[in-house]
């Protein structure tokens, strides 16, 4: 069991990051160009299991603007599996 909590601890980190650096990739200049450096870095790793939660969950539109909440449920179920087997 520890490696597997140790494994969710490390993806729930990757997803943090994952989450920052899209918000950040919006800025102009040396920090947006890291963030999307960073983005690009962590999709691969991200966008399979966020996937099937964008299918059920479609994204919440406020006027011109899209907010995506499976980042949200993936970082509660990643919490709900460490509670139950951690």
Do not use: H, K
Request: charged share 10%.
């Amino acid at each position: 069991m520890g490696i597997v909590c140790i494994l969710l601890r490390i993806y729930s980190f990757i997803l943090l990051i994952w989450v920052i650096s899209s918000w950040l990739a919006a800025f102009p200049g040396q920090a947006g160009s890291l963030a999307r450096r960073v983005n690009r870095l962590l999709s691969p790793l991200v966008e399979p299991v966020l996937r099937p939660f964008r299918n059920l969950l479609p994204t919440l539109r406020m006027g011109a603007v899209g907010l995506d909440l499976s980042p949200l449920i993936l970082f509660v179920v990643i919490q709900v599996i460490q509670l139950s087997i951690c």
